[in-house]
């Protein structure tokens, strides 16, 4: 047993007034949950203390919620630990995690205050209903709708079951592994700077509705996904959503999938992506290295120097770049005419340019995807395996992908 | 830590080389005073930031097991100065270190330029940022032997860049789990003050600067204003990409966010630098577009003091 403060945002809309931080004294095994503690101080200190949970063993996804700033599930993780990363960040910066945690007050906030509490907040990107329940109507549920969480497939039913080769079905056992808990709309940082951003629930959930061989709208949904302006290159590529996923779904992974299906179907999409990555590509079989004004000119404009015609878009994003290279120009940073038109820069010296388009060329024919999720690393240990098949069990078929 | 010399095979990446020489420059003089030895990568190709595997994962891996590959071939460890660069390189790294056949499949693509990138043994060959090294390698008291100008009364903002912080189990955490507080170790023993703030280690903005050009500037605009308000003096990063957004960018991101902004961000190699006594100048910060100048008056007032 140890003891552990534990430090709350709390908030009751009945009250009238705004949220307020509570500190509470817990005692507790360090293996046992953060939810755990938070249990124990409702039944000890204070019965209204309001939190969502069920299971308690990360299968339901009820208890999501930000322990010292990272979004999680409150029975996932262990207090011990969350003792450890509150003292770290402690050491590191001079600054609690209770001190650089939003700047609310309330009472007793200073009073009595432990050195280096465990900070836990209600989830990000969603409204708060009271203390660290979270309305996972407005945001979370209602973007898993948006993108059509359902099969859609043509043609007369069959009398039974649709049959599928089980293979085919691998691609998306890690998408299904999603249990909706929200950790990783509450960690999105495209979505802190744009509410509207589909999000990396919603989409990893896309992804499982597109790489379904029985779906029979692949094309309108990748077309519908692409063409919204906050869908799939919306998305910031911060890897928060990965770090916050309790079942290893990498919703970024499941977009970057979205955005590689789109590419080969050619669509264009409003916010210039699609260019934007085969600009990249393309320059780099060229050239090596990048040439950023090159970069910029062909993700707007591709072959502007042949016959396409920019869009208006285009123009106007362009337009708007010039005073960032003024600037640039102004302090020396841009001043070379490699920097300044696009396609000077150089290439790699000495036959090592034609090294890099070979690779291309073999990888062209492979275009292979290789996914750890799914094909595991080599000479794990037994142990583990097993470990990891209990871990994926809600996703349905993965036992057997495990393997 | 040792004292015997450090010696990597570098890769400075494209953006150091393009719209941030200074950071390539201010490196190159910081290895120098520190006896870092440098064995540049010239031959080496951009580490796709992502976006080539975005488009194409087997290409993207077979491109970085040509960089590894190369710098393998010096016999040497590799090291970076760019955030994006460490994560678009860890990710594929970690494909190629998972399995044996993908990694044979991978290097026939290169045997014929007589290349192999051959998994290291645990603690062997390894892919540092500068800022991993330092901390890791070349010891923070090594370190603060070197100093020669604290950075005292200077109010330093961390920001890391997130390829650099997630995903933990990608980047090498389970090793060293105190990769997302090096910035703080070494602002502190360069004589700074860290000033703790809400973007630290949030995204700057970046890769979508041309795709959803607002969301991108609302993040670079609220960070930058974020430090403002803790009281930051600059802000250091081991990110181009992030310096092109929170710097280059800054004038832009504060039409966004509604509000004047003007914070100098510096490049790691930068702040470094100028704790060895190098000046601004030779440091390339008068390349920078947010001013650099108050970060010089704090410095001129800190060793008056």
């Given at each position: ?173 890690q ?60 998305c910031?590529h911060c890897f928060s959503c990965i770090d916050?996923?309790?079942?290893g779904?990498a919703p970024m992974d499941q977009i970057m999938r979205?955005r590689r ?19 990249f590509?393309?320059?780099i ?78 990888a062209?024919?492979?275009?292979e995807e290789f996914n750890l999720y799914i094909k595991?690393e ?26 | ?10 890769w400075?990446g ?31 190709n951009c580490c796709g930031a992502g976006v080539i595997a975005e488009h194409n994962q087997e290409l993207a891996d077979t491109l970085n097991a040509r960089t590894f ?9 590799m090291?970076n100065?760019c955030s994006t660069c460490q994560g678009a390189q860890s990710e594929c790294q970690q494909r190629l270190d998972a399995d044996?056949?993908y990694r044979?499949?991978v ?10 990138y051959?998994k ?6 390894t892919n540092k940022n500068?800022?991993w ?28 860049g997130c390829y650099i912080v997630r995903p933990k189990e990608r980047l090498g955490y ?5 990769r ?27 890769p ?31 990110c181009?990409l ?64």
């Open positions: 047993m140890a003891e552990y403060t534990i430090k709350v945002r709390r908030f009751q809309p009945e009250s009238g007034e705004g949220p307020y931080w509570e500190e509470f004294n817990v005692d507790l095994d360090p293996s046992l949950s953060v939810l755990d503690g938070l249990l124990q101080a409702k039944d000890n200190e204070d019965g209204s203390l309001a939190v969502r949970c069920s299971c308690r063993a990360a299968i339901c996804g009820s208890c999501g919620m930000k322990v010292n700033g990272q979004s999680t599930l409150g029975c996932k993780t262990q207090i011990g630990e969350a003792q450890e990363q509150a003292d770290k960040m402690k050491g590191a910066t001079g600054v609690s995690a209770a001190e650089a945690s939003s700047p609310i007050r309330g009472e007793g906030s200073d009073l009595g205050s432990a050195d280096n509490p465990i900070v836990i907040e209600p989830m990000g990107n969603m409204p708060v209903i009271k203390d660290l329940i979270t309305d996972m109507e407005s945001t979370h549920w209602t973007k898993i709708r948006r993108v059509t969480p359902w099969l859609l497939p043509h043609g007369e039913p069959p009398e039974r079951e649709y049959i599928v080769d089980p293979e085919s079905m691998i691609d998306i056992t998408s299904m592994a999603c249990i909706q808990c929200g950790a990783c709309v509450s960690s999105c940082l495209s979505m802190e700077a744009d509410p509207g951003f589909i999000g990396p629930a919603a989409l990893a959930k896309a992804y499982r509705f597109v790489g379904d061989p029985r779906d029979a709208e692949t094309q309108e949904r990748l077309h519908d996904l692409a063409e919204d302006p906050h869908g799939i290159y919306d910031t916050a996923c309790p079942k779904v979205l299906r789109a590419g080969e179907e050619g669509i264009e999409d409003p916010n210039s992506g699609h260019d934007h990555e085969m600009a590509v393309k320059i079989e060229k050239k090596g290295t990048l040439d950023e004004s090159l970069l910029l000119q062909e993700s707007f404009a591709p072959g502007v120097k042949g016959k396409l015609k920019p869009t208006k878009r285009a123009i106007r994003e362009m337009l708007g770049s010039i005073p960032t290279a003024i600037r640039g120009i102004k302090t020396g940073k841009m001043r070379s005419l490699q920097k300044l038109i696009p396609g000077v820069h150089h290439k790699l010296p000495g036959g090592a340019q034609d090294e890099v388009k070979a690779i291309y060329k073999h062209e024919t492979h275009n595991g080599e000479g794990e240990l037994a142990e583990v395996d097993v470990e990891k098949g209990i871990e994926r069990s809600t996703a349905p078929a993965s036992e057997e992908v495990g393997k | 830590m040792s004292d015997e010399k450090i010696k990597v095979a570098y400075p494209c953006v150091s080389r393009g719209f941030t020489p200074e950071l390539h420059g201010s490196m190159a003089l910081v290895a120098e005073r520190l006896g870092i030895e440098l064995v540049e990568l010239d031959r080496a590959a190369l710098a393998q071939q010096t016999g040497l460890s090291m100065i044996s056949a044979a499949h290097n026939e693509a290169l045997s014929g330029q007589g290349l192999s051959e290291g043994e645990e603690g062997g060959w500068f800022l090294l330092l901390v890791e390698d070349y010891g923070l008291d090594r370190l603060a032997a070197q100093v020669k100008r604290p950075l005292s009364g200077l109010r330093v903002g961390p920001f890391y389970n090793h060293f789990p105190d997302d507080i090096y910035l703080e170790k070494v602002i502190e023993v360069l004589g700074g003050q860290v000033v703790e703030y809400d973007g630290a280690r949030k995204c700057c903005g970046f979508v600067i041309t795709m959803a050009r607002e969301t991108s500037l609302r993040q670079a605009g609220t960070h930058v204003g974020d430090a403002i308000d803790a009281g930051a003096d600059c802000l250091v990063t081991p181009p992030c310096h092109l957004n929170l710097d280059m960018q800054q004038p832009e991101a504060a039409k966004v966010v509604n509000r004047d902004l003007g914070l100098a961000v510096l490049h790691l190699p930068q702040l470094v630098g100028l704790a060895l006594g190098a000046e601004p100048k030779e440091l390339g910060m008068s390349k920078h577009i947010a001013s650099t100048g108050w970060v010089e008056e704090r410095l001129t007032a800190g060793a008056a003091a």
